[in-house]
Structure formats: structure tokens, C-alpha cells
């Protein structure tokens, strides 16, 4: 808040309030909204570092998943208010500074969001073949930032390691069929480079168990739904132990005892021969412990609870269950491709 400023007038139509919002997402413009619903007189102007307004319900959101992008609608209609401008391709802190900000505007609101991803702090995080799911997020969705992002596809496996709906997000653009995505608004790069895909098997690896895991029970069902695809669970890593019991016990954590209910369901999918799938495109399967899979971006194994949503398919050549040791730099080799989803962290303004 710029406090060297006459306030006595604020606020009216001959000294309106003004005020710069950095970043035009849903929290920008929901901040303008509360604004221009105020009894003041304001004026806002939005920056945006990128050429386009609506942050990630334009960038994150799946592209099919169009329901999830209409709040662009309100936002279009909040960008005809009077006194809105939007201000695209303007970087804070390289373009305009923070003070000079201060000096023309009455109040300045950060609403930039956390564009840094977060790292695991594992060895071997960096390997080629490993990315971010922003990356891949970003990429499928044309953000300027990853349009260019290269990804090899032309493996058979791929990992992905999270467990919220980011990571399930990932997880069906890898693994639904070509012709699905071509309805939607995903980038036509990206199009295109998934209908030469060749991957086949597609792990989510998550550090806690299935009660834990942080899907939406929305989002994981829909996995089940997937056009040539059989989901399968095992029951045996589906197993519960008494913490776990007792958080679903509890009212408030419905979400977790649906995804726990509709894992459940898929487990007597495991009962299907492997001749019997062999003509679908793609094999969504077993949550194993991760503490049994090779496919770990981890110098040590996980321990206890902990379990992996796997889209697996045909020819999976991963260890034995119950075979549990740490994974080295070589055995990445049996998992070309990684998408990490660890979170957000944002950058300072300066």
C-alpha cells in the first residue's frame, strides 16, 4: 500500500482507488472482482507476464477437462468492467519495478501464484528423462514457457511420482487413446507426439498409501473409465493398517474413504488373463508398495505403507513383488520417462 498519498478523497470518481494486480489468474481476477464490487471508485490494472490472461485455468487445467475452464467466462465479463485494463507480456521486476509500481498506483496485489516446482531432493532427480508434470502440464497445454519441452515418448514405460490430481492428470494424457484428444483443445505439438507414443506402462508412484493419497475421488474414477484401458489393483497392496483405519473412520475425510472404496472395486480386475488385453492400447493397473518397484527416484526404498498407483500394461519387466532394495542410477534405465509432481513454490517479486 502506497501510504504517501492524500486518502481523504480515495476512492471517488475524481481521485479513484488504483491498483495493480500482478498476475491474471482466478486469484487475480476474483481480487479485481472484489474491487469493482466495493463502494470506491477503483481503476486496476492487471499484469501478466505471458501474452494471455487466466493463469492456469488456461495452462493446468487437462484440455479434456473443458468444464473446468469456464470460469474464463466470469472472467471475461470482469474484464469489462470499467476501469480494467490488462497489461500482457509485462514482467515485474524486469519490465516495471516494484517501486515504480508504488509510486503510480495507490495498492499493489500479488496474485502471481507459485510458477517454481518444488524439488524432491533425491539423488538422480536431474537425469535426462526426468521431468516436472508443470513440464508436461505446460507442454500439452501450449504454455509458451514448455512449448518447446521435449519429451521421449518412444519408451514403453513411464513414471510419474505424486498422488493428487496433477499426477492423475498426467497419468490420462499418457494414457488415453489419441483419438479422445483430438476434440480438444490440447496443443497441436502435443497431439502429435502423442499419437506416436509408445508408451504402454504407466506408474504413479506416491510415498503414502492409498488412505492418504490425494485424489480427488472424482478424478481417480475416472481412470476406471478410460476407453481401451482394464484397471487393475491388487488386494493384497491395498492393505490398511490401523492408522489408516482410523483416518477413514473419520466423517470429514469422505474423499479418502471413496478413493479407498474405489480402489477396492478394481481390484478383481487383477483376475484378467494378460491374453485377454492384448489388443487394448493401454493397461491401467496394481497399486503396488513402492518399496517393491524399481522405479523409485530414490537412493532408498520406501518403507511401510507406502503405495504406487501403476497404469501398467502388457510386457511389464519390473522385479517380483517382495523384492525390496534401493534403486541406483542404473536400474533408472528400466523407467525412461519421469514426471515429478512434488508441488509449487513461488519466486519473490522484487
Same mark, same amino acid.
Given at each position: 500500500?502506497?501510504?504517501?498519498?492524500?486518502?481523504?478523497?480515495?476512492?471517488?470518481?475524481?481521485?479513484?482507488?488504483?491498483?495493480?494486480?500482478? =498476475?491474471? +489468474?482466478?486469484?487475480?481476477?476474483?481480487? !479485481?472482482?472484489? $474491487?469493482? &464490487?466495493?463502494?470506491?471508485?477503483? %481503476?486496476?490494472?492487471?499484469?501478466?507476464?505471458?501474452?494471455?490472461?487466466?493463469?492456469?485455468?488456461?495452462?493446468?487445467?487437462?484440455?479434456?477437462?473443458?468444464?473446468?475452464?469456464?470460469?474464463?467466462?466470469?472472467?471475461?465479463?470482469?474484464?469489462?468492467?470499467?476501469?480494467?485494463?490488462?497489461?500482457?507480456?509485462?514482467?515485474?521486476?524486469?519490465?516495471?519495478?516494484?517501486?515504480?509500481?508504488?509510486?503510480?498506483?495507490?495498492?499493489?496485489?500479488?496474485?502471481?501464484?507459485?510458477?517454481?516446482?518444488?524439488?524432491?531432493?533425491?539423488?538422480?532427480?536431474?537425469?535426462?528423462?526426468?521431468?516436472?508434470?508443470?513440464?508436461?502440464?505446460?507442454?500439452?497445454?501450449?504454455?509458451?514457457?514448455?512449448?518447446?519441452?521435449?519429451?521421449?515418448?518412444?519408451?514403453?514405460?513411464?513414471?510419474?511420482? =505424486?498422488? +493428487?490430481?496433477?499426477?492423475?492428470?498426467? !497419468?490420462?494424457? $499418457?494414457? &488415453?487413446?489419441?483419438?479422445?484428444? %483430438?476434440?480438444?483443445?490440447?496443443?497441436?505439438?502435443?497431439?502429435?507426439?502423442?499419437?506416436?507414443?509408445?508408451?504402454?506402462?504407466?506408474?504413479?508412484?506416491?510415498?503414502?498409501?492409498?488412505?492418504?493419497?490425494?485424489?480427488?475421488?472424482?478424478?481417480?474414477?475416472?481412470?476406471?473409465?478410460?476407453?481401451?484401458?482394464?484397471?487393475?489393483?491388487?488386494?493384497?497392496?491395498?492393505?490398511?493398517?490401523?492408522?489408516?483405519?482410523?483416518?477413514?473412520?473419520?466423517?470429514?475425510?469422505?474423499?479418502?474413504?471413496?478413493?479407498?472404496?474405489?480402489?477396492?472395486?478394481?481390484?478383481?480386475?487383477?483376475?484378467?488373463?494378460?491374453?485377454?488385453?492384448?489388443?487394448?492400447?493401454?493397461?491401467?493397473?496394481?497399486?503396488?508398495?513402492?518399496?517393491?518397484?524399481?522405479?523409485?527416484?530414490?537412493?532408498?526404498?520406501?518403507?511401510?505403507?507406502?503405495?504406487?498407483? !501403476?497404469?501398467?500394461?502388457?510386457?511389464?519387466?519390473?522385479?517380483?513383488?517382495?523384492?525390496?532394495?534401493?534403486?541406483?542410477?542404473?536400474?533408472?534405465?528400466?523407467?525412461?520417462?519421469?514426471?515429478?509432481?512434488?508441488?509449487?513454490?513461488?519466486?519473490?517479486?522484487?
Amino acid at each position: 500500500m502506497n501510504l504517501g498519498i492524500d486518502t481523504a478523497s480515495l476512492g471517488t470518481s475524481g481521485n479513484p482507488l488504483r491498483v495493480a494486480i500482478v =498476475g491474471s +489468474g482466478p486469484s487475480g481476477f476474483y481480487a !479485481a472482482e472484489a $474491487l469493482f &464490487k466495493s463502494p470506491l471508485a477503483v %481503476r486496476v490494472d492487471m499484469l501478466e507476464r505471458l501474452p494471455v490472461p487466466f493463469g492456469l485455468v488456461r495452462y493446468g487445467v487437462a484440455p479434456d477437462h473443458p468444464k473446468l475452464k469456464q470460469p474464463t467466462m466470469v472472467f471475461d465479463k470482469i474484464a469489462q468492467s470499467p476501469g480494467f485494463t490488462f497489461l500482457g507480456n509485462v514482467t515485474v521486476g524486469r519490465d516495471v519495478g516494484v517501486e515504480q509500481l508504488r509510486a503510480t498506483h495507490h495498492a499493489i496485489l500479488f496474485a502471481c501464484g507459485a510458477e517454481s516446482d518444488r524439488r524432491l531432493g533425491l539423488p538422480n532427480e536431474d537425469l535426462p528423462g526426468s521431468h516436472t508434470a508443470t513440464e508436461f502440464v505446460g507442454w500439452y497445454n501450449g504454455h509458451p514457457d514448455y512449448r518447446d519441452r521435449s519429451f521421449d515418448l518412444s519408451q514403453e514405460v513411464a513414471v510419474v511420482i =505424486g498422488q +493428487g490430481n496433477v499426477a492423475i492428470d498426467v !497419468a490420462r494424457i $499418457l494414457a &488415453k487413446p489419441i483419438d479422445e484428444l %483430438r476434440g480438444t483443445d490440447m496443443a497441436e505439438h502435443a497431439l502429435d507426439a502423442l499419437a506416436g507414443s509408445r508408451v504402454r506402462d504407466i506408474h504413479i508412484i506416491g510415498r503414502r498409501g492409498p488412505a492418504q493419497a490425494s485424489f480427488t475421488f472424482k478424478e481417480l474414477r475416472e481412470l476406471g473409465d478410460l476407453g481401451g484401458c482394464a484397471t487393475l489393483v491388487s488386494e493384497s497392496d491395498l492393505h490398511l493398517n490401523s492408522a489408516s483405519l482410523a483416518e477413514l473412520e473419520d466423517k470429514n475425510n469422505f474423499n479418502a474413504a471413496k478413493n479407498v472404496e474405489i480402489l477396492q472395486s478394481w481390484t478383481t480386475h487383477c483376475e484378467l488373463p494378460l491374453s485377454g488385453i492384448a489388443s487394448r492400447d493401454r493397461l491401467l493397473g496394481n497399486w503396488h508398495k513402492a518399496r517393491e518397484r524399481r522405479l523409485i527416484l530414490t537412493a532408498d526404498y520406501y518403507s511401510g505403507a507406502s503405495a504406487t498407483a !501403476a497404469c501398467r500394461c502388457l510386457g511389464c519387466r519390473l522385479s517380483q513383488p517382495g523384492e525390496c532394495f534401493p534403486v541406483r542410477p542404473a536400474v533408472l534405465t528400466a523407467c525412461p520417462v519421469y514426471m515429478r509432481q512434488a508441488g509449487s513454490s513461488a519466486d519473490r517479486q522484487e
